[in-house]
C-alpha cells in the first residue's frame, strides 16, 4: 500500500510545475527573424520559470504552497509570522500580510517589506536598496517565523510522538506488535541490532533512544520532501548541520579518557611525533561532523534538483517525446530518490554510531 501511494505521489509531482503559456505567434511569414526571436524570448521565459520552480521547492517560506497556478495564485495556508525589530520591538502576524512579497506591512509605526523570503524595513512605497554586488542593503530583522521547513519539523515530531508513543502504550499490554507496531518495529530492531550494537558496543543502551530518534527524524523529512507539496527540510544546510552538532556534541561529552589521549597524546608514538599527530587529530574531530552534514544535505539537495529539473524539461520542450520519455525517466528517479530517503537516514544513523563507538572504545596497553 505504501509503494502505491509513492507511486501515486510521484505522478502528482508532475502537476505542481506551472505550465507555461502556448499562444501561437503571429507575424508576417516575409519576415523571418522577428519569429526566431519571439520564439527565443518564449523559450527564455519558460527557462526562467522553471529555475523560479526549482528554487522555490528547494528554499524555504514563510507560508505553506502546495503549488501556484499559471495566474500566480498561491494554493496552501499562511504561517505565524514573528520578527523582532531593535526599534520597534516584536511583532507577530499570518504571513497572508505580507501578500507572497507584494505588499508592505505596517505594524507598531514600522514598515516592513518580505523580499527573497527575508523580512526588511522599509518605507511606505516598499522601497529595496541594493549594493554594487546586488546584495540587499535594507536593514534586516531578527526573524522567529514558522517557516515551512520549521512547520514540517514540528509536525514530523508530533508524528513521532504519536506513532512510538502508542507503541510503547500496545507494549505495555502485550509484548505483540499491533497497529502501526508491526511496521515499525522490525526498522527499531535493524537500527539496535545492525547499527548500534555493532558499531557502539556493550554500552549502546547509553545512545540507542538517539540513534532510533535520529534514524525516524531524518527518514520521516526525507519521506515528506519527495511528496508533491515539496518540503526540503534536508536540503536545508542549517537543519543538517543541527543534526551534525547533536551528535558531535554527545561524542565529546560522553567519551572516556582514551578518547582524548588518543587525540592529544597517542599511546605508543615517541613524542615528536605525537606533537605532529595532535593538530591532525583534532581537525579530525571537527572534519567528523561536517562529513554527516555535507552527505545528508549533498544528497537530499542534489536528488530534488535532478528531478525537478526532469519535470521542467516536459515544459520547456513541450512535444510529444518530451511528455513520454522525461516523466519515464522522472520516475525511475523518484523510486530512486525513495532508495537514497532510506539510505541517508541509515548512513546518518550509521556513522554517529560508529563516532559513539570510538569514543568509548577501550584500549589495553600491553608491555612488552
Do not use: C
Request: aromatic share 14%.
Amino acid at each position: 500500500m505504501l509503494k502505491r501511494v509513492l507511486l501515486l505521489l510521484s505522478f502528482l509531482s508532475t502537476f505542481t510545475l506551472s505550465m507555461a503559456q502556448d499562444g501561437a505567434i503571429s507575424t508576417d511569414s516575409a519576415v523571418e527573424t522577428p519569429v526566431l526571436t519571439t520564439a527565443l524570448s518564449e523559450g527564455e521565459q519558460v527557462k526562467a520559470e522553471n529555475q523560479e520552480f526549482i528554487r522555490h521547492h528547494l528554499l524555504d517560506a514563510h507560508s505553506f504552497d502546495v503549488m501556484v497556478t499559471k495566474d500566480g495564485h498561491h494554493l496552501g495556508f499562511p504561517l505565524p509570522v514573528i520578527f523582532y525589530d531593535q526599534e520597534n520591538g516584536l511583532h507577530t502576524m499570518m504571513s497572508s500580510a505580507f501578500e507572497h512579497g507584494e505588499k508592505v506591512v505596517e505594524s507598531k509605526g514600522g514598515f516592513y517589506v518580505l523580499h527573497h523570503e527575508k523580512i526588511y524595513k522599509t518605507d511606505a512605497a516598499g522601497t529595496i536598496t541594493t549594493d554594487a554586488d546586488h546584495f540587499t542593503t535594507n536593514e534586516k530583522v531578527i526573524d522567529f517565523s514558522i517557516t515551512k521547513n520549521v512547520f514540517m519539523i514540528l509536525l514530523t515530531v508530533l508524528i513521532l510522538f504519536l506513532i512510538f508513543g502508542s507503541m510503547a502504550r500496545n507494549y505495555k499490554k502485550s509484548l505483540v506488535p499491533s497497529g502501526v507496531g508491526k511496521l515499525f518495529e522490525p526498522l527499531i530492531i535493524f537500527v539496535r541490532d545492525e547499527i548500534a550494537i555493532p558499531n557502539v558496543g556493550n554500552k549502546y543502551k547509553k545512545y540507542i533512544g538517539y540513534l532510533l530518534t535520529i534514524f525516524f527524524f531524518i527518514l520521516f523529512l526525507n519521506i515528506f520532501g519527495l511528496m508533491p507539496f515539496g518540503v526540503n527540510v534536508t536540503g536545508n544546510i542549517a537543519i543538517t548541520t543541527s543534526l551534525a552538532l547533536f551528535t558531535f556534541i554527545l561524542v565529546q561529552f560522553t567519551a572516556n579518557k582514551n578518547y582524548w589521549k588518543h587525540i592529544f597524546w597517542m599511546p605508543g608514538l615517541p613524542w615528536p611525533m605525537k606533537i605532529i599527530l595532535m593538530p591532525i587529530e583534532v581537525l579530525g574531530m571537527f572534519i567528523k561532523p561536517f562529513a554527516l552534514l555535507i552527505r545528508l544535505f549533498a544528497n537530499m539537495t542534489a536528488g530534488h534538483i535532478v528531478v525537478m529539473s526532469l519535470i521542467a524539461m516536459i515544459y520547456y520542450f513541450k512535444n510529444v517525446m518530451a511528455g513520454i520519455a522525461f516523466p519515464a525517466l522522472t520516475l525511475v528517479l523518484y523510486l530512486l530518490e525513495i532508495l537514497v530517503a532510506f539510505l541517508q537516514a541509515y548512513i546518518f544513523t550509521m556513522l554517529s554510531a560508529v563516532y559513539f563507538g570510538m569514543a568509548n572504545e577501550e584500549h589495553h596497553e600491553e608491555a612488552h
